[in-house]
T-cell receptor, first 116, second 111 residues
Framework: GAGVSQSPRYKVTKRGQDVALRCDPISGHVSLYWYRQALGQGPEFLTYFNYEAQQDKSGLPNDRFSAERPEGSISTLTIQRTEQRDSAMYRC??????????????FGPGTRLTVL | ELKVEQNPLFLSMQEGKNYTIYCNYSTTSDRLYWYRQDPGKSLESLFVLLSNGAVKQEGRLMASLDTKARLSTLHITAAVHDLSATYFCAVEMDSNYQLIWGAGTKLIIKP
Protein backbone atom coordinates (compact mmCIF):
# COMPACT_ATOMS: atom_id res chain seq x y z
CA GLY A 1 0.00 0.00 0.00
CA ALA A 2 0.94 3.67 -0.10
CA GLY A 3 3.44 4.98 2.39
CA VAL A 4 3.40 8.21 4.35
CA SER A 5 3.00 11.21 2.09
CA GLN A 6 3.73 14.84 2.79
CA SER A 7 2.96 18.03 0.94
CA PRO A 8 4.31 20.25 -0.25
CA ARG A 9 7.70 18.66 -0.77
CA TYR A 10 9.33 22.10 -0.92
CA LYS A 11 8.12 25.37 0.51
CA VAL A 12 9.84 28.72 0.19
CA THR A 13 8.28 31.56 2.12
CA LYS A 14 9.12 35.02 3.31
CA ARG A 15 9.79 35.79 6.92
CA GLY A 16 6.58 36.61 8.76
CA GLN A 17 4.31 34.47 6.61
CA ASP A 18 2.34 31.50 7.94
CA VAL A 19 2.86 28.02 6.47
CA ALA A 20 0.89 24.80 6.74
CA LEU A 21 2.54 21.44 6.17
CA ARG A 22 0.44 18.39 5.54
CA CYS A 23 0.98 14.76 6.43
CA ASP A 24 -1.07 11.82 5.19
CA PRO A 25 -0.14 8.73 7.23
CA ILE A 26 -0.35 5.09 6.23
CA SER A 27 -3.96 4.00 6.25
CA GLY A 28 -4.95 2.48 9.58
CA HIS A 29 -2.00 3.81 11.50
CA VAL A 30 -3.05 5.11 14.87
CA SER A 31 -0.02 7.14 15.80
CA LEU A 32 1.43 10.12 14.00
CA TYR A 33 4.63 11.99 14.79
CA TRP A 34 6.16 15.22 13.58
CA TYR A 35 9.92 15.72 13.55
CA ARG A 36 12.27 18.44 12.42
CA GLN A 37 15.61 17.46 10.93
CA ALA A 38 18.43 19.91 10.44
CA LEU A 39 21.05 19.17 7.83
CA GLY A 40 23.57 16.63 9.08
CA GLN A 41 21.63 15.82 12.23
CA GLY A 42 19.14 13.28 13.45
CA PRO A 43 15.43 14.04 13.65
CA GLU A 44 14.19 16.11 16.58
CA PHE A 45 10.79 15.21 18.05
CA LEU A 46 8.10 17.89 17.80
CA THR A 47 4.75 16.36 18.62
CA TYR A 48 2.76 13.11 18.75
CA PHE A 49 -0.86 12.16 18.07
CA ASN A 50 -2.75 9.06 19.08
CA TYR A 51 -5.78 9.05 16.79
CA GLU A 52 -6.96 12.67 16.92
CA ALA A 53 -5.60 13.39 20.39
CA GLN A 54 -2.39 15.33 20.64
CA GLN A 55 -0.67 13.38 23.39
CA ASP A 56 2.55 15.30 23.56
CA LYS A 57 3.59 18.64 22.15
CA SER A 58 6.61 19.13 24.34
CA GLY A 59 8.95 19.29 21.36
CA LEU A 60 7.26 22.24 19.68
CA PRO A 61 9.83 25.07 19.89
CA ASN A 62 7.40 27.87 20.78
CA ASP A 63 3.80 28.94 20.46
CA ARG A 64 4.19 29.82 16.78
CA PHE A 65 4.11 26.09 16.11
CA SER A 66 0.89 24.11 16.31
CA ALA A 67 -0.42 20.84 14.96
CA GLU A 68 -3.74 19.16 14.56
CA ARG A 69 -5.20 15.87 13.41
CA PRO A 70 -8.94 16.50 13.60
CA GLU A 71 -10.22 13.21 12.19
CA GLY A 72 -7.44 10.96 13.32
CA SER A 73 -5.88 10.66 9.89
CA ILE A 74 -4.36 13.62 8.04
CA SER A 75 -2.36 16.03 10.15
CA THR A 76 -1.30 19.62 9.61
CA LEU A 77 1.69 21.33 11.18
CA THR A 78 1.29 25.10 11.13
CA ILE A 79 4.04 27.62 11.69
CA GLN A 80 2.90 31.19 12.19
CA ARG A 81 5.01 34.26 11.53
CA THR A 82 7.87 32.21 10.17
CA GLU A 83 11.45 33.09 10.99
CA GLN A 84 14.65 32.16 9.20
CA ARG A 85 15.61 29.79 12.02
CA ASP A 86 12.51 27.72 11.16
CA SER A 87 14.18 26.60 7.92
CA ALA A 88 14.62 22.83 8.07
CA MET A 89 13.27 19.52 6.80
CA TYR A 90 10.00 18.68 8.51
CA ARG A 91 9.24 14.98 8.62
CA CYS A 92 6.12 13.10 9.50
CA UNK A 93 6.02 9.48 10.61
CA UNK A 94 3.22 7.09 11.44
CA UNK A 95 3.02 3.82 13.32
CA UNK A 96 0.37 1.19 13.72
CA UNK A 97 0.04 1.24 17.49
CA UNK A 98 2.43 3.58 19.27
CA UNK A 99 1.97 4.43 22.91
CA UNK A 100 3.08 1.74 25.34
CA UNK A 101 3.91 -0.91 22.81
CA UNK A 102 6.97 -1.02 20.65
CA UNK A 103 6.20 0.10 17.22
CA UNK A 104 8.11 0.81 14.06
CA UNK A 105 7.74 4.32 12.72
CA UNK A 106 7.46 4.81 8.97
CA PHE A 107 8.65 8.13 7.66
CA GLY A 108 7.40 10.35 4.90
CA PRO A 109 9.64 12.10 2.35
CA GLY A 110 9.57 15.36 4.29
CA THR A 111 8.85 19.00 3.48
CA ARG A 112 11.89 21.19 2.96
CA LEU A 113 10.98 24.61 4.37
CA THR A 114 13.08 27.62 3.48
CA VAL A 115 12.31 30.95 5.09
CA LEU A 116 13.86 33.91 3.33
CA GLU B 1 17.63 13.56 29.96
CA LEU B 2 18.26 10.76 27.51
CA LYS B 3 21.22 11.33 25.23
CA VAL B 4 22.24 9.18 22.31
CA GLU B 5 25.76 9.25 20.92
CA GLN B 6 26.95 7.58 17.76
CA ASN B 7 30.49 7.04 16.69
CA PRO B 8 32.09 7.45 14.38
CA LEU B 9 30.12 10.29 12.79
CA PHE B 10 31.89 9.78 9.50
CA LEU B 11 33.42 6.64 8.06
CA SER B 12 35.07 6.06 4.72
CA MET B 13 36.01 2.52 3.91
CA GLN B 14 36.91 0.22 1.06
CA GLU B 15 34.62 -2.43 -0.32
CA GLY B 16 35.15 -5.82 1.23
CA LYS B 17 36.14 -4.52 4.67
CA ASN B 18 34.33 -5.01 7.97
CA TYR B 19 33.43 -2.26 10.37
CA THR B 20 31.24 -1.43 13.34
CA ILE B 21 29.17 1.62 14.20
CA TYR B 22 28.49 2.23 17.90
CA CYS B 23 25.46 3.75 19.57
CA ASN B 24 25.65 4.65 23.27
CA TYR B 25 22.77 6.00 25.29
CA SER B 26 22.59 7.53 28.70
CA THR B 27 19.55 6.10 30.52
CA THR B 28 17.67 2.85 30.69
CA SER B 29 15.82 1.73 27.62
CA ASP B 30 15.08 -1.63 26.10
CA ARG B 31 14.02 -0.56 22.64
CA LEU B 32 16.42 0.63 20.03
CA TYR B 33 15.97 1.26 16.34
CA TRP B 34 18.38 1.54 13.44
CA TYR B 35 17.46 3.56 10.38
CA ARG B 36 19.15 4.23 7.08
CA GLN B 37 18.95 7.49 5.16
CA ASP B 38 20.17 7.96 1.59
CA PRO B 39 21.05 11.49 0.46
CA GLY B 40 17.91 13.51 -0.13
CA LYS B 41 15.72 10.58 0.84
CA SER B 42 13.59 9.66 3.80
CA LEU B 43 14.42 7.38 6.71
CA GLU B 44 14.16 3.65 6.18
CA SER B 45 13.77 1.30 9.11
CA LEU B 46 16.46 -1.38 9.30
CA PHE B 47 16.20 -3.06 12.69
CA VAL B 48 14.13 -2.99 15.84
CA LEU B 49 15.90 -4.37 18.93
CA LEU B 50 13.58 -5.06 21.82
CA SER B 51 15.53 -6.74 24.56
CA ASN B 52 18.94 -7.26 26.08
CA GLY B 53 21.04 -9.53 23.93
CA ALA B 54 18.87 -9.07 20.85
CA VAL B 55 20.69 -9.67 17.60
CA LYS B 56 19.24 -9.15 14.15
CA GLN B 57 20.82 -9.65 10.76
CA GLU B 58 19.84 -8.61 7.28
CA GLY B 59 22.29 -9.27 4.50
CA ARG B 60 25.66 -7.70 5.35
CA LEU B 61 24.28 -5.77 8.33
CA MET B 62 23.97 -7.11 11.86
CA ALA B 63 22.69 -5.17 14.85
CA SER B 64 22.91 -6.05 18.52
CA LEU B 65 21.77 -4.57 21.79
CA ASP B 66 23.33 -4.68 25.26
CA THR B 67 20.96 -2.87 27.59
CA LYS B 68 23.25 -3.27 30.59
CA ALA B 69 26.06 -1.48 28.80
CA ARG B 70 23.55 0.85 27.12
CA LEU B 71 25.19 0.06 23.82
CA SER B 72 24.07 -1.05 20.41
CA THR B 73 26.32 -1.94 17.51
CA LEU B 74 25.71 -2.08 13.79
CA HIS B 75 28.25 -4.34 12.14
CA ILE B 76 28.95 -4.26 8.44
CA THR B 77 30.48 -7.34 6.89
CA ALA B 78 32.34 -7.24 3.57
CA ALA B 79 30.99 -3.80 2.73
CA VAL B 80 29.67 -3.03 -0.74
CA HIS B 81 29.16 0.37 -2.36
CA ASP B 82 25.35 0.13 -2.10
CA LEU B 83 25.60 0.36 1.66
CA SER B 84 26.82 3.95 1.44
CA ALA B 85 24.31 6.02 3.43
CA THR B 86 23.82 7.72 6.77
CA TYR B 87 22.87 5.37 9.58
CA PHE B 88 20.94 6.56 12.61
CA CYS B 89 20.20 4.85 15.87
CA ALA B 90 17.18 5.94 17.88
CA VAL B 91 16.35 4.99 21.43
CA GLU B 92 12.86 4.81 22.81
CA MET B 93 12.45 6.26 26.27
CA ASP B 94 11.13 3.72 28.78
CA SER B 95 7.35 3.33 28.63
CA ASN B 96 7.21 6.14 26.12
CA TYR B 97 6.80 6.53 22.42
CA GLN B 98 9.42 9.26 21.97
CA LEU B 99 12.48 8.39 19.97
CA ILE B 100 15.71 10.17 20.81
CA TRP B 101 18.05 10.09 17.85
CA GLY B 102 21.77 9.95 17.44
CA ALA B 103 23.49 12.40 15.11
CA GLY B 104 23.99 9.75 12.46
CA THR B 105 27.02 8.04 10.96
CA LYS B 106 27.77 8.95 7.38
CA LEU B 107 29.21 5.89 5.71
CA ILE B 108 31.01 6.09 2.40
CA ILE B 109 32.13 2.84 0.81
CA LYS B 110 34.56 3.23 -2.04
CA PRO B 111 34.47 0.70 -4.87
Amino acid sequence: GAGVSQSPRYKVTKRGQDVALRCDPISGHVSLYWYRQALGQGPEFLTYFNYEAQQDKSGLPNDRFSAERPEGSISTLTIQRTEQRDSAMYRCASSLIGGQGWDEQFFGPGTRLTVL
Amino acid sequence: ELKVEQNPLFLSMQEGKNYTIYCNYSTTSDRLYWYRQDPGKSLESLFVLLSNGAVKQEGRLMASLDTKARLSTLHITAAVHDLSATYFCAVEMDSNYQLIWGAGTKLIIKP
